[in-house]
């Protein structure tokens, strides 16, 4: 019995880096898609409605684990009183290790806008961000080759 | 008295700018219509309430207030899953929404009826007879020539069944139903399509004849996202054409639904979004139902969204919802020629917060349209100011 609780216990643990949503406001848009110093920036916009939204996380965390010069940033466009939600569907996944923002705006139409101008708020949508400052982005759940293509 | 019209219409412009610090809490879907007699109807909701309210001054203020559901209810009401709202030919007003259930991506499609003038509402029911804990929303409700109502929603019976067989299956399919009896009974609902996209609103319009027509996104080979056009029969099967070719592929969710007007010449005037190679913009088009539309341009372009349109006679307005750095601006674009060309994009409107989705509203040959920047309803003159 007891080892059957300790054994429970590792597997509910939170992940050693479990990362709770953080608010995104329209001021800290700005350092959010700033260039990183090295390799790539990439932010997966994703929003708890969005039925192809986990497994596109899952694919880039997977792709991510084998680069690590890219950094990975969840951003989901529900606002912050979904924060539990958002909380929940990260950890269920087993994807709470990854930073991730919730926005926190009175127009979520405005940080899509601010984030990507030439995003229409589609999800799950990914926004490659290299060090010279060049951007890629897609609409749509990507698979492992298409990540490939975007990210590099 | 167009002149006093006017200044009724832009009086509550100023608040406009008292929300941005609201924060995105109260949700801002809503519905409005204009009855024979000029009344301003507008459905939007308070917390897990529906309510309905009449205005006799275009939106000024409201003289009747009354929630549609007094027993809460969680209610989807943001975005492309607002409550709607028609009203039939002797004075019937009917309401539908979407009810979020407990588990992500699920829902019921609510029906209620008002046979008061809105003193009184029926007791919400469910409008479809399947149960299931699965999606059934994006609700739709049109009102034919005949006073039978049409109730179109997304629904994924289909895609539940195939997952359980091991079958592929891409996005959701679109049911309605009709009700012949005042929203009393509605029948079984009948599917319109398979293979459907899941996220987006579904657009009806009253054809010449009376009978109601949709137009929606569905999914065409791998997940290219293009539109469908169906007649929705009361009774009888659909027919259903693909009507947009813009070969925009998503395995994801748009959240851009379209808009259709038919004018009484059988025209069909549409708006849709879509983002091929990278690029989103809202196109116009006339549309023919198995080949590419005619007349069709784009509207507008970068952070331009969730377009409504209206016509009558040779008049065609467009508007939407123009973000920038500095807000939102409320375009307008209209014809007079019945949508061979339009004029230039204006700005007939602005806030820095943000609004339910526009909607248009005629009313004695004249378009408004129906706004509520944080939460403030108003409606929108779209004459120019001399």
């Keep these: ?152 | 008295m167009r002149a006093m019209l006017l200044l009724l219409v832009l009086g509550p412009a100023a608040h406009a700018h008292d929300m941005a610090a609201m924060g995105n809490e109260a949700p801002l879907g809503f519905d409005a219509t204009i009855d024979n007699a000029g009344h301003l109807w507008v459905v939007d909701t308070v917390g897990e309430h529906v309510r309905v309210r009449r205005s006799d001054d275009m939106g000024r203020d409201f003289a009747l207030s009354t929630i549609v559901n007094p027993t809460g209810e969680p209610i989807y009401a943001e975005g492309e899953n607002r409550p709607k709202m028609a009203l039939g030919p002797k004075g019937e007003l009917y309401v539908t929404w979407s009810q979020p259930r407990k588990a992500p991506w699920t829902g019921f499609v609510r029906f209620s009826r008002s046979l008061d003038g809105g003193a009184h509402f029926d007791a919400p029911k469910t409008v479809h007879a399947d149960r299931a804990e699965i999606t059934h929303r994006f609700d739709s409700l049109a009102v034919d020539g005949k006073g039978n109502l049409i109730v179109a929603w997304i629904d994924k019976r289909d895609l539940e069944a195939a997952t359980k067989a091991h079958k592929p299956y891409l996005g959701a399919a679109t049911y309605y139903s009709w009700s012949t009896d005042r929203g009393a009974t509605f029948a079984p609902e009948q599917k319109i399509t398979d293979q459907s996209c899941e996220c987006c609103r579904i657009a009806l319009a009253r054809a010449p004849d009376g009978r109601i027509d949709a137009f929606f996104r569905a999914i065409y080979g791998d997940n290219i996202r293009d539109h469908a056009f169906a007649t929705l029969p009361v009774g009888g099967t659909p027919a259903v054409s693909r009507a947009t070719f813009t070969q925009w592929h998503i395995e994801g969710c748009p959240h851009h639904g379209p808009s259709l007007a038919i004018d009484t010449a059988g025209t069909r005037h549409a708006v849709w979004f879509s983002a091929v190679d990278g690029k989103p913009e809202i196109t116009y088009g006339q549309l023919q139902p198995g080949k590419p539309p005619v007349h069709a341009f784009t509207v507008a372009g970068n952070g331009a969204s969730h377009a409504d349109l209206a016509v009558d006679g040779k008049h065609v307005w467009i508007a939407w919802h123009q973000m920038s750095a500095n807000g939102l601006q409320l375009m307008l674009r209209e014809s007079n020629d019945g949508g061979i060309t339009f004029s230039e994009p204006r700005a007939i409107a602005n806030t820095t917060g943000p609004s339910g989705w526009p909607r248009f509203v005629l009313h004695d040959h004249r378009a408004f349209v129906a706004w509520n920047p944080g939460g403030q309803f108003r409606l929108v003159a779209t004459e120019a100011l001399q």
Excluded at chain 1, 39 to 62: F, I, M, P, Q
Excluded at chain 1, 84 to 100: C, F, G, T, W
Excluded at chain 1, 124 to 133: E, N
């Design chain 1, 1 to 152: 019995m007891k080892r059957l609780l300790v054994g429970a216990a590792i597997l509910f643990a939170p992940a050693a880096f479990a990362a709770v949503p953080q608010p995104l406001d329209s001021a800290s848009v700005p350092a959010l898609v700033a260039p990183p110093a090295k390799g790539s920036k990439v932010l997966a916009l994703w929003s708890l409605d969005c039925a192809y939204c986990e497994e596109n996380l899952a694919s880039l965390r997977t792709y991510q684990r084998q680069h690590p010069d890219m950094t990975l940033i969840y951003v989901a466009t529900d606002p912050m009183r979904e924060r539990e939600a958002l909380e929940a569907r990260l950890k269920q996944a087993r994807l709470d290790d990854v930073p991730s923002r919730a926005y926190a705006d009175a127009t979520p139409d405005r940080l899509n806008f601010l984030i990507d101008p030439t995003w229409g708020g589609e999800t799950p949508r990914t926004l490659v961000i290299h060090a010279d400052g060049s951007r890629k982005a897609f609409s749509g759940a990507l698979t492992a080759e298409r990540i490939a293509k975007l990210v590099p």
